[in-house]
């Protein structure tokens, strides 16, 4: 879960920032120094950026269950395959399933797990 909500804090996901967790703007902020840090990075957070604005839902409520739903059907990092077919997914998770391999991608290039 928290590759996926770092993905979409670092894709700009910003809903309720001013009141959350000192920590979100932390975590907020050390991924996007990995991100800057490496061209290969920047060029996979830019892609996955991409799939998470064209994926936007008008409600950033739903645009979080989408990505939450997804996140609970991800196996561990550094795979974060579904634990189950695509078909076999909830309608709100399946919508965003592309963003899996992205994901997957970033986490590696990113080094989220240093930053976890």
Not at 3 to 32: F, H, K, W
Not at 66 to 88: N, Q
Not at 94 to 110: D, R, T
């Amino acid at each position: 879960m928290f590759a996926v909500m770092a993905a979409i804090n670092a894709c700009g996901y910003d809903e309720d920032l001013s009141t959350s967790n000192p920590v979100r703007a932390q975590i907020r902020a050390e991924v996007g120094k990995a991100i800057q840090a490496l061209q290969d990075t920047r060029e996979v957070a830019g892609t996955m950026c991409q799939f998470y604005a064209d994926h936007k839902q008008p409600e950033a409520s739903r645009t979080l269950a989408e990505y939450v739903s997804l996140g609970l059907y991800l196996e561990p990092p550094p795979t974060l395959a579904t634990k189950v077919k695509e078909a076999d997914l909830p309608p709100d998770a399946a919508y965003v399933s592309g963003i899996v391999p992205l994901l997957a991608k970033f986490y590696q290039s990113a080094n989220l797990h240093a930053i976890w």
